[in-house]
């Protein structure tokens, strides 16, 4: 396949560039990181949504759409004069060959530049902070000597709300679709800040207490709501109607579709060039406050009633009008380029601080750009997302998930620790009184999702491994004291150390035959689905209900999890002066390895797991999937028999059966048949997802385990097969998704096209891989007394630089590696005084570390 470049990195800006819009997979990036949000591509497609992608979607879009991502925040421009066809700055979607075309995703913002006869066209979109608008700031710029007399058209699709129903229930859907448009005063003069602003308030008199809008920052010269009367029933959304016409139809939605497109007029004299600002926009209104009320009692700042007109869909029976009050309150923070400047900076300043906290000057620009831009990013992204939306997430399919968020959490702990500390919170709101969890909730309810329920038996480990990641980055022990309810009710209360204990209790007290934990209806690999049994096409894999009563289903995955878990939390309950417990977890955990190695070691590797009848999973003696990669993974990390050489054994099976060119498989053989005791992995096709896919997720696991083995070369070598700079670099076309960040899964080598990625942005990936760099790799560890510092490095590696922000104090930490070990710290000094050990003890400052490897 021959392989080909749509764009390169931007370090200085921390922008991917994109140089030709027909990339291999649209590529996307994301606007917002609080509550309102909305992801864009790199042809301006996609939606925006407040808080919950399902819930509370403002604008429509289709997957599975033929030609995909279509539908987006569009603008069309139409020369006044001749015959130049209508083009769009994003080349979408009229797809008018453009003379230039770039599009730069920042840092939670993307700016789409696209030139056509001497006209440029840039817009930059971005959410501000504090703010539920995505603002849309578009130049047009005349290069031209001549006068330009130029048609803007803008567009966007509303969604009815709840973006499950939108796509269903048409029967209803066509009906109760209701706008408001409210342009300034035909005949009064126009000035600044004078809106034309397209409300979507559909359900808004009945039981829905918000509303959207849309505005411009100039008295258009006309609109329409009305998709049909818009586009056209014939037509798509390259050549609208009216657009093709050059003429709007001043329509308003009754039903139907409703959607919100401003018609402005511009003329650009040579060298002009002139911006106007879009706002699209979410408000919530108290019940009392819902409606303007007749006697004129709610009055806006810059669209004063006596200046504008508001059209209904109700027209004179609209007795609900709404209240515009923070619509105008939004749109006039906006209302000028200078504010709006002053908003993009602000932005970026918010990404400077969050970016300085942890920074690494190699020498290698590949590894630089991931670890200070991308991979950080990345982690933000995922942490405001979960897994519910993306251009493979369709953002009504799953709420937030219990072991997710907490392995997302090592990802932006370091950032936005309250946060963090909130996110501990709700998720252990949602864990059951006897240490099981729900699966996932709802962001929006934050109240465990019945749908899925729980039995998931890894889930209660991950509580203490997002917890401990918590204190030991911030020293706040006082989040164990917090009172935390079971799955949400009043009155059950208990400290949040209470949850961590019973958390582990989960795992003892559901061993099985070999006193290793109980799989439940799956681990952390939720296709292994041992306890299913499911012949019935009908039924999710997922939700299925198991049959685990006289299961002897073992997970040896869990098993390793609980060894790592168990151990921190042994060494918690030390710091804070339970040794009893302590003493009891260490216990539990010692036996855990014990048993692993006794019934839980094939010969060259750990097994994967026991079945339901107590048939090995994982082992030489399978025809296929012999060997997996989450308990070789996981026991290594744990350091299992490390003294005895399986760890080693296990990381030299993993390089022979499971690598390839690539990344780490997850297993080998891959599946050819469906296997009902094995449940959906072995119904993915060779060489997909969780059946022999190269699912990035896990491969760091494997990664410290190379670490914690002392292996730098091949932890090194595991860790740049996957990282997307180096994939940037000449498999474009081959990797297909977005080249600056992880995907879920890469396809495995025995797929059709091993190497192309799928799912990209929400994975678990992004947080693991920080976790592999900034503490295993580079080897800066938070710990509860200081930084810990330990590295693993490749023997090219001779030097580098971190800069980290610890609890409020700024370390330099300068590592040189004279001889080229892969680890072994041999002095570290410490503002100039030699210190004992490899702990940088806490204190507050500025700090200068010499570390000398060796
Ligand atoms: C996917 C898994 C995912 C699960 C739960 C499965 O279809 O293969 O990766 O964890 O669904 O949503
Ligand atoms: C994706 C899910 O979000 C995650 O929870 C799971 O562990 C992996 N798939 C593996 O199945």
Redo the contacts with the bound molecule.
Sequence with gaps: MEQKRYGHFDDQHREYVITDPQTPWPWINYLGNEDFFSLISNTAGGYSFYKDAKFRRLTRYRYNGVPMDNGGRYFYIKEALGESPVWSPGWKPCKTPLDFYECRHGMNYTRITGRKNDVECSVLFFVPLKTWAEVQKLTLNNLSNDVKRLKLFSFQEWCLWNAATDMENFQRNFSTGEVEVESPTPGLPSREGVATVIYHKTEYKERRNHYAYYSVNTAAQGFDTDRESFVGLYNGFDAPECVVAGQPKNSIAHGWSPIASHYIEVELQPGESKDYIFVLGYVENEQEEKYERAEGAVQSSNAPAARSTVQTSLGALDHTIINKRKAHETIARFDTSEKVDKAFAELNRYWDDLLNIYKVESGNAKLDRMVNIWNQYQCMVTFCMS?SASFFESGIG?GM?F??SNQDLVGFVHQIPERARQRIIDIASTQFPDGGCYHQYQPLTKRGNNDIGGGFNDDPCWLIFGTIAYIKETGDFSILDEQVPFDNQPGTEVTLFEHLRVSLNHVIENLGPHGLPLIGRAD????LNLNCFSWDPNESFQTTENKSEGSKAESLMIAGLFVVTAKDYAALCKRIGKDAEAERMQQAADAMAEAVKQYGWDGEWFLRAYDFYGNKIGSAENEEGKIFIESQGWCTMAGIGLEEGLVARSLDSVKKYLDCEHGIVLNNPAFTTYHVEMGEISSYPAGYK?NAGI?C?NNPWVIIGETVAGRGDDAWTHYAKILPSYVEEDRQTLHKVEPYVNC?MVAGKDAARPGEGKNSWL??TAAWMWLTVSQYILGIKPDYDGLLIDPCLPSTAREYTVSRRFRGADYTIHVVNPQGVAKGVKTITLDGQAIEGNVIPFSEGNHQVEVVMG
């Design positions: 897994r799953r998930g072991r997710d952390w690999n939720d296709c969780e699912f997720h879920q994975t678990g």
